[in-house]
């Protein structure tokens, strides 16, 4: 079962909503984010809205609603108006020193069973001696093109 969220405003958090939509000078995002808040608030100040009405009422799904609610309950005024700070790339990054591991690493002989190398016993192979804690197909192949090693 879907958890549901309570939004319940106080005076001032709805004061500065009701102004954000009234200024003029809101974003799109922000303004729609701060509406559905509003239209969604079970205080003293009305009945709210469905989560299916104030979907319908701003044009966004009602999965979006439900994940602002859930924000807004959990994080606070701030975090349901302004954007998820992305996490920074963990990208891996190889170097040289790869390059040349993967080198002479499809130079050397061919594991048992297999006529020759390709790249993804070579993936296998480099993850397997912690070379890099993982590896694509295409990293090591884009690395063999780049040093100019032919697997033959």
Wanted: hydrophobic share 40%.
């Amino acid at each position: 079962m879907v958890k549901r969220y309570k939004v319940t405003l106080t005076q001032q958090e709805r004061r500065e909503l009701d102004a954000m939509t009234r200024s003029g000078k809101t974003n799109s995002r922000q303004f729609v984010h701060a509406r559905a808040l509003l239209l969604c608030d079970a205080g003293a100040h009305g009945e709210p809205w469905r989560v299916a009405d104030v979907a319908a009422a701003l044009g966004v799904s009602t999965r979006t609603v439900e994940h602002l609610k859930e924000r807004f309950v959990e994080q606070g005024i701030e975090a349901a108006l302004e954007r998820k700070k992305r996490a920074p790339r963990t990208d891996i990054t190889f170097d040289g020193a790869f390059d040349a591991r993967v080198c002479a690493l499809a130079c050397s002989p061919a594991p048992e069973g297999h006529a020759r190398w390709t790249v993804r016993l070579l993936a296998q192979k480099i993850v397997e001696l912690a070379i890099a804690p993982s590896v694509s197909a295409m990293s090591v192949h884009r690395s063999l093109k780049k040093t100019n090693c032919v697997l033959i």
